[in-house]
């Protein structure tokens, strides 16, 4: 029996290196030159759009949250055009990492099951990826906050 099972792990090791030998290389450089690149012109069209903000009279902190729901807002149309799938696909973790890629996140399922209805379809399936993170960061949130608030009084 114990030969049996040396025996599966050595064809099972034997395969594994047969398909790492032919599996072709990821272009782990040039992956991470296009998503710099692709999450660096997210970032500048935000930034510009603080920018504009700021022109219109508002402080950089006042800036912030007005740029944040226009930035959610490009992505989930972008999202909702099937331009940001494009994106990704191109520029991996810098299309999704930015906050237009937590937008895509929540409208890709919703779109995905419309069909179903605006509440059984749209509804239940517009925070199947983003619910946990959501749900995390709360959680995360709290006990930090908590934290401090026992360390040091402060809220």
Do not use: H
């Not at 970032?43 to 912030?64: L, N, R």
């Amino acid at each position: 029996m114990a030969n049996q099972a040396r025996q599966l792990s050595q064809e099972m090791q034997d395969y594994q290196n047969m398909a790492s030998q032919i599996r072709p290389k990821k272009p782990m450089l040039k992956n991470a030159i296009t998503a710099f690149f692709v999450g660096g012109l997210i970032c500048e069209v935000g930034q510009g759009i603080q920018w504009f903000f700021m022109q219109q009279g508002m402080s950089a902190k006042e800036a912030t949250s007005p740029t944040t729901v226009v930035m959610i807002g490009l992505g989930a149309l972008l999202t909702g055009l099937g331009w940001y799938d494009r994106i990704v696909k191109r520029g991996g973790m810098g299309g999704s990492l930015p906050i237009t890629g937590f937008a895509n996140a929540m409208v890709a399922p919703a779109m995905e099951y419309r069909t179903e209805g605006l509440v059984l379809g749209v509804g239940a399936k517009l925070f199947t990826v983003a619910g946990p993170v959501l749900t995390y960061g709360l959680a995360a949130a709290f006990v930090v906050g908590l934290i401090r608030y026992l360390l040091t009084g402060v809220a």
